[in-house]
């Protein structure tokens, strides 16, 4: 009898041990064939079965590029019964053959045990047979939307505080009545200068405006964002929006030799930060020092970082000869393993280093 009772204890420890969900797809591709690019979005849908002996749950389902999955089973599957994964993919403007990947995970034990383990992929491939293009390709307006269309609606400019830039807008009427065109209140750094039509545009007709953008009335310095709004009558889309990238400097060129004999001279601590390795959704503090060996006040003009999970802050914006200040930068990790680089520059008038570029680094695990 007591050889009996540890047999059945033993057979009970091994059932345990080994109860778990596992996933099973029917397919892990789904193969759309040919599809039109006008034809808008289409759907593939995964069927899995929980073979395993426990409930199963998709714990995260991530498309890749061009793919979206936000319909799935929610909740437990369990055992024996079955689930599934829609995947859409839109071809608008994406001509040609494609083949996107989906990352599963679940509960099961390795992923449980094992955060990077890898995850199941299921695939969606196809070809997207081109469409014709439409009038407003035909005719090159393919940057904006409606039926007044701007042809280049974006611009980059590298000036000096003391320059000024003309820009030439072509703008394009598709329309089968006048369309008006105004410019909302621009900010005094940028003003209309001249166009080749009058408050409208006729039904066909193709103009354009010349607008000037002063950074001398900017008053800022570093990489700027800056955008001009167009108030329309267009049936489709009333306000247009023409956008600036303007990275400003600051022009040292009439400092007379004793000026700059008795400028401000900038000393940093260090060129890189380093926040190691970080855990998701953590936040970190790194300092460094810049120090000012000039003989007249150096002026911390910007803080400019490239990428938005570092903020930085100084704790003085003017700072005296001989005096130090000191620079904050805080990390806060995303919700997902990655290698988040960076730099961010210090923009002063200290005419030898006008702008001291940091770089930083962290991982996330």
Same mark, same amino acid.
């Given at each position: 009898?007591?050889?009996?009772?540890?047999?059945?204890?033993?057979?009970?420890?091994?059932?345990?041990?080994?109860?778990?969900?596992?996933?099973?797809?029917? *397919?892990?591709?789904?193969?759309?064939?040919?599809? /039109?690019?006008? $034809?808008?979005?289409?759907?593939?849908?995964?069927? =899995?079965?929980?073979?395993?002996?426990?409930?199963?749950?998709?714990?995260?389902?991530?498309?890749?590029?061009?793919?979206?999955?936000?319909?799935?089973?929610?909740? #437990?599957? #369990?055992? $024996?019964?079955?689930?599934?994964?829609?995947? +859409?993919?839109?071809?608008? &403007?994406?001509?040609?053959?494609?083949?996107?990947?989906?990352?599963?995970?679940?509960?099961?034990?390795?992923?449980?045990?094992?955060?990077?383990?890898?995850?199941?992929?299921?695939?969606?491939?196809?070809?997207?047979?081109?469409?014709?293009?439409?009038?407003?390709?035909?005719?090159?307006?393919?940057?904006?939307?409606?039926?007044?269309?701007?042809?280049?609606? !974006?611009?980059?400019?590298?000036?000096?505080?003391?320059?000024?830039?003309?820009?030439?807008?072509?703008?394009?009427?598709?329309?089968?009545?006048?369309?008006?065109?105004?410019?909302?209140?621009?900010? !005094?750094?940028?003003?209309?200068?001249?166009?080749?039509?009058?408050?409208?545009?006729?039904?066909?007709?193709?103009? =354009?405006?010349?607008?000037?953008? !002063?950074?001398?009335?900017?008053?800022?310095?570093?990489?700027?964002?800056?955008?001009?709004?167009?108030?329309?009558?267009?049936?489709?889309?009333?306000?247009?929006?023409?956008?600036?990238?303007? *990275?400003?400097?600051?022009? =040292?060129?009439?400092?007379?030799?004793?000026?700059?004999? &008795?400028?401000?001279?900038?000393?940093?601590?260090?060129?890189?930060?380093?926040?190691?390795?970080?855990?998701?959704?953590?936040? /970190?503090?790194?300092?460094?020092?810049?120090?000012? *060996?000039?003989?007249?006040?150096?002026?911390?003009?910007?803080?400019?970082?490239?990428?938005?999970?570092?903020?930085?802050?100084?704790?003085?914006?003017?700072?005296? +000869?001989?005096?130090?200040?000191?620079?904050?930068?805080?990390?806060?990790?995303?919700?997902?393993?990655?290698?988040?680089?960076?730099?961010?520059?210090?923009?002063?008038?200290?005419?030898? *280093?006008?702008?001291?570029?940091?770089?930083?680094?962290?991982?996330?695990?």
């Amino acid at each position: 009898m007591k050889k009996l009772s540890l047999l059945l204890l033993a057979v009970v420890s091994c059932v345990f041990c080994v109860a778990q969900p596992e996933i099973k797809f029917e *397919n892990t591709t789904y193969d759309f064939g040919k599809i /039109k690019e006008e $034809g808008g979005k289409v759907t593939g849908k995964f069927i =899995f079965t929980n073979v395993g002996n426990e409930p199963l749950e998709l714990t995260n389902v991530r498309p890749g590029c061009g793919c979206t999955a936000a319909n799935y089973t929610k909740g #437990a599957i #369990a055992p $024996g019964e079955k689930g599934y994964i829609e995947a +859409t993919y839109n071809p608008y &403007n994406r001509p040609g053959a494609f083949n996107k990947n989906i990352r599963v995970t679940t509960n099961e034990p390795r992923f449980i045990e094992d955060e990077k383990a890898t995850p199941h992929m299921i695939f969606i491939k196809g070809e997207v047979i081109k469409r014709p293009p439409t009038e407003f390709e035909k005719a090159g307006y393919t940057k904006t939307s409606g039926m007044l269309r701007i042809k280049e609606p !974006d611009v980059a400019h590298n000036l000096k505080n003391t320059e000024s830039v003309l820009d030439t807008f072509y703008v394009r009427n598709f329309w089968g009545k006048p369309v008006s065109i105004k410019l909302e209140n621009p900010a !005094d750094y940028v003003s209309e200068v001249y166009r080749n039509f009058g408050a409208e545009l006729l039904p066909g007709q193709e103009g =354009f405006f010349v607008l000037k953008y !002063d950074a001398s009335k900017r008053n800022a310095f570093g990489q700027t964002k800056d955008q001009v709004t167009i108030t329309t009558n267009d049936s489709v889309e009333q306000v247009k929006r023409i956008h600036y990238a303007v *990275n400003i400097k600051e022009d =040292f060129s009439k400092m007379t030799p004793k000026q700059l004999k &008795n400028a401000p001279a900038s000393e940093v601590s260090a060129t890189s930060i380093d926040f190691g390795d970080m855990q998701k959704n953590t936040t /970190k503090t790194e300092k460094i020092t810049i120090k000012n *060996n000039g003989k007249n006040p150096l002026i911390i003009r910007g803080l400019d970082v490239s990428n938005s999970q570092y903020k930085v802050s100084s704790n003085m914006t003017e700072i005296p +000869t001989g005096t130090t200040a000191e620079i904050t930068v805080t990390f806060k990790a995303p919700n997902r393993n990655s290698t988040q680089n960076a730099s961010f520059d210090i923009i002063t008038n200290d005419p030898a *280093n006008p702008v001291r570029t940091i770089t930083l680094n962290a991982k996330v695990q």
